[in-house]
């Protein structure tokens, strides 16, 4: 058994190891420790902290283990970003202050504020923030966007300015009880210890106490309360986000005197079910993981496993448990627990793809109703949003909700990563270039290329991800000659060129902001499997790519942690929101090498 024999089965082994219920797999992704900080003060807001397993020290030590030499914290890891996260670095300051965990003039506390007050102080935060800030009474409510209430009914002449007709799927659960803390202009003031005027930058605009202002609970505030009910999800959150429960709760709290449904049941469902994701998710713990992403996790290992050869009878009742526990009428599959009202057009694409290339013949109307869902979602450019179909720039929605858009990517339109799962998963179910569907997906990805030949990702940094998506679709189609395709040929020059001198291939979030970094960036296990993925099609159509495959295979090998049997990501290689915030996804460093190089192993196979 050769070396590569070995890294395959010691991760096989791994993956069955950490399978869940023998069902599932789950690998939460996370998004920073400054959500646990910004968690500690919405429970002492709730007046709940006596009440929940949070603990203060383990946070205080994590915080001043990670905290950087700017005084700052990252978002989430990035070695290549020189410069700390302000968001981050805000709310982990505060929890440090609040909590007392140190006190106010140590040198880590010193060192944090200088750099909130270099980077222009609390009225440089994101809109997002300052929303958590007035809250506490720590910034003027009338500085941020004030969303009417109308926009919230969906009645008569109404329905046409609907905001959830208009909004991303991930936006809707969040501004439904910021739009009501906003209207009521909330306030609670905690005391000293909650307070962050030296944080404050000179001239800014003086907090008004609100809390003497009379509320008026009209009927548009209770159709508000009655939308807020209606995002409520069986695990006991809205929308299926931390955050939107979060906010939902200090709603819920406020509104409790005038609706008689909200009782001490509902908070402790909620509650529980945060905690889990905050402190209870295994090596994410304390780490900021915002929802449950097990679908997705379980279908990205269930492709590893069968690329890297196990017996598709193996996984059979893993594909049987999600086909059964996960998949909705309409043929679609949600990213995770509380997701089921919203499936997604990524998770579905993949599992299109599986169920087409390796369980074609056991499960034939599954597959044939996942595609016709897809067909169904495709936008009118050729491509694919996340979660809606048509959900373009609104002029309406950017009038009263554009200030938004620091903290969050608000519409959900086409993009070319999840295009290009999805018509991968096409070529494998045996759809052709003849076909509409495919022509208009292909359309849309030539549309989007870049000058240089890639294409920005969206959901995975950065172009790299992209090009590893894109390439791998347009060669399993029946009769596409990749060596003939120049736009193609043009991405996979644009790749050679970005491989690092390790073999390997990185790439940062700087990407999104600095064209500097496009390509660039250090060696992850994630990145250089999408980049193989490429690659390897690139070979097996005969057009050389001078040794940058094998060296990218060696790469990966060759960092392979034994003792963990598996890989980690040395960066963050998850998007969230571009130029915004990103994530770290555990899985991508298990499921993306082992498809790679399963991929890689298949090549070799054909080749000799």
């Known amino acids: 058994m050769n070396c590569l024999d070995k890294v395959l089965e010691s991760v096989k082994q791994y993956a069955w190891r950490t399978q869940k219920d023998s069902s599932y797999w789950l690998y939460a992704p996370y998004l920073g420790s400054f959500f646990i900080s910004q968690y500690y003060l919405v429970l002492n807001l709730l007046d709940r902290l006596h009440q929940s397993r949070l603990d203060a020290k383990k946070l205080s030590e994590i915080l001043l283990k990670t905290q950087r030499k700017d005084g700052g914290w990252y978002q989430v890891t990035d070695p290549n970003n020189p410069t700390s996260h302000m968001d981050a ?11 007392q965990s140190v006190p106010v003039d140590s040198e880590p506390m010193a060192r944090a504020r200088q750099f909130i007050l270099n980077q222009g102080g609390l009225q440089s935060a994101s809109h997002m923030t300052k929303i958590w800030l007035c809250l506490f009474g720590q910034y003027e409510w009338s500085e941020l966007a004030h969303i009417p209430l109308f926009a919230f ?28 803390l906003r209207n009521i202009n909330y306030q609670k003031f905690l005391g000293q210890n909650f307070d962050l005027n030296e944080l404050n930058a000179i001239n800014c605009t003086p907090v008004l106490d609100h809390t003497k202002e009379k509320r008026n609970y009209d009927w548009s505030v209770k159709n508000l309360v009655d939308k807020i009910h209606l995002m409520r999800r069986p695990q006991g959150t809205y929308g299926a986000y931390s955050v939107s429960t979060l906010f939902t709760l200090i709603v819920l709290k406020d509104y409790q005197q ?84 919203a499936p997604d057009t990524d998770d579905t694409g993949i599992m299109a793809l599986i169920l087409a ?33 048509g959900n373009y720039e609104s ?17 959900d339109a086409s993009s070319v990563d999840v295009t290009a799962h999805i018509l991968e998963g096409w070529a494998e179910s045996g759809y052709a270039l003849k076909d509409r569907h495919v022509q208009m997906a292909i359309q849309y990805l030539k549309n989007q290329q870049t000058s240089f030949g890639a294409w920005e990702g969206r959901w995975g940094v950065n172009y790299i991800y992209a090009v590893g998506s894109v ?16 736009w193609i040929l ?45 690659l390897i099609e690139a070979e097996r159509a005969g057009y050389s790519t001078n040794g940058c495959l094998k060296k990218a295979v060696d790469y990966l090998v060759g960092i392979f942690d034994w003792k963990e049997e598996r890989w980690f990501d040395v960066s963050s290689v998850g998007t969230g929101h571009r130029r915004l915030l990103y994530m770290q996804y555990p899985v991508y460093s298990i499921a993306w090498p082992m498809i790679a190089l399963g991929r890689y192993k298949k090549l070799v196979n054909e080749l000799n």
């Not at 670095?89 to 909590?99: D, E, G, M, V």
């Not at 390796?358 to 495709?378: H, V």
Request: hydrophobic letters at 40%; charged letters at 25%; aromatic letters at 16%.
């Open 490 to 534: 043009k991405s996979i020059n644009w790749l050679v060129k970005c491989q690092n001198d390790d073999g390997g291939f990185g790439e940062s979030t700087q990407s999104y902001v600095n064209k500097e970094w496009i390509g660039r960036g250090l060696s992850t296990a994630s990145q250089t499997a999408w980049a193989i993925l490429a």
């Open 258 to 341: 005038l609706d008689e449904s909200i009782n001490e049941d509902l908070f402790k469902q909620s509650i529980e079910f945060i905690e889990e994701l905050y402190l209870n998710s295994d090596t994410s713990s304390y780490l900021g993981v915002l929802d449950d992403g097990r679908w997705w996790d379980t279908l990205l290992i269930t492709m590893g496993l069968l690329e890297c050869d196990e017996e598709s009878k193996k996984l059979e009742p893993s594909v049987e448990y999600f086909l059964k526990n996960a998949v909705q009428q309409c043929g679609g599959i949600p990213y995770g627990l509380d997701f089921e009202y």
């Open 153 to 180: 009914r969906n009645d008569s002449i109404y329905k046409y300015s609907f905001v959830q007709n208009w909004v991303a799927q991930w936006v809707y659960p969040h501004i439904l009880p910021i739009a009501y």
């Open 357 to 389: 290339k390796f369980y074609a013949q056991k499960f034939p109307n599954e597959l044939k109703k996942a595609n016709e869902w897809l067909i169904s979602m495709q936008n009118t450019d050729g491509g694919f949003g996340a979660f809606a179909k």
């Open 471 to 486: 390439v791998p679709a347009v060669a399993k189609l029946e009769g596409f000659d990749l060596k003939n395709e120049k």
């Open 89 to 99: 670095t805000i709310f982990n300051y505060w929890f440090l202050k609040a909590s």
């Open 395 to 411: 002029i309406l929605i950017k009038l009263f909700a554009g200030k938004f858009q620091n903290s969050a990517e608000i519409f």
